[in-house]
């Protein structure tokens, strides 16, 4: 089955710092997402991306965030000063028209 | 505001017996709709997904169904397993994915 890929796995940052979570999606999938669960919340949407733009994105995807694809295959979210309420899953999804692959996720924890 | 509301929030059942899990949406343009088992601490798999024109759709012991008239789904696990404690997730689709809470499946021996 395809795979969609995070990295790191956990992320431990202090509050105020830059983080980066990297996405590896699938190649020939053309719609990215970005979504983020809190603990023992539903999962959040934050932004969609399509032909190298954003598409849509959030009320919670403020001037703190940003995605980039630099290369054509990665698809990164920065997050500009992490703040404690950012700690949170956050997963990566790439998607069809027709059926969408999440990855594992990225564990924020901000102290 | 599309949404889309799940229930129960949370069942616990007998390994072995049977449960329906629901999804109601307004969602609009209904593309898709999917479910999704959860566990803990990671991302979500795809169990079925169905267009607009398909009533019903199983993947093993799950079987989902659609009424896109009233727009309704329900889940249905068949002889559950220990291995399906998970949260199973409701996700509509017109561009965007829209996701409902989730309900909190606990199967015990």
């Known amino acids: 089955e395809p795979e969609v890929t995070q990295t790191p796995s956990h992320q431990v940052t202090q509050m105020g710092q830059e983080v980066i979570l990297r996405c590896v999606p699938i190649?020939?999938?053309?719609?990215f997402y970005w979504y983020r669960q809190i603990l023992g919340q539903k999962v959040e949407f934050l932004v969609s991306?399509?032909?190298?733009?954003?598409?849509?994105k959030s009320e919670i995807f403020d001037d703190q965030f940003s995605v980039e694809r630099p290369d054509g295959s990665n698809f990164t979210l920065k997050i500009r000063s992490t703040k404690l309420e950012d700690s949170a899953m956050y997963f990566c999804a790439s998607a069809t028209n027709t059926e969408a692959f999440f990855g594992q996720g990225t564990r924020l924890t901000v102290v | 505001k599309n949404q889309v509301e799940q229930s129960p929030q949370s069942l616990i059942i007998l390994e072995g017996k049977n449960c329906t899990l629901q999804?109601?949406?307004?969602?609009?343009?209904?593309?898709?709709l999917r479910w999704y088992k959860q566990d803990t601490g990671r991302g979500p798999v795809s169990l079925t997904i169905m267009t607009f024109s398909e009533n019903t759709k199983s993947n093993g012991r799950y079987t989902a169904t659609l009424d896109a008239d009233t727009k309704q789904s329900s889940l249905h696990i068949t002889a559950s397993q220990l291995s399906d404690s998970a949260s199973y997730i409701c996700?509509?689709?017109?561009?965007?994915?829209?996701f409902g809470a989730g309900t909190t499946v606990t199967v015990r021996a």
């Open positions: 991306f399509y032909n190298n733009e954003i598409s849509e």
């Open positions: 996700v509509v689709s017109d561009y965007k994915l829209s």
């Open positions: 999804c109601n949406y307004t969602v609009s343009p209904f593309s898709n």
């Open positions: 190649s020939n999938h053309l719609y």
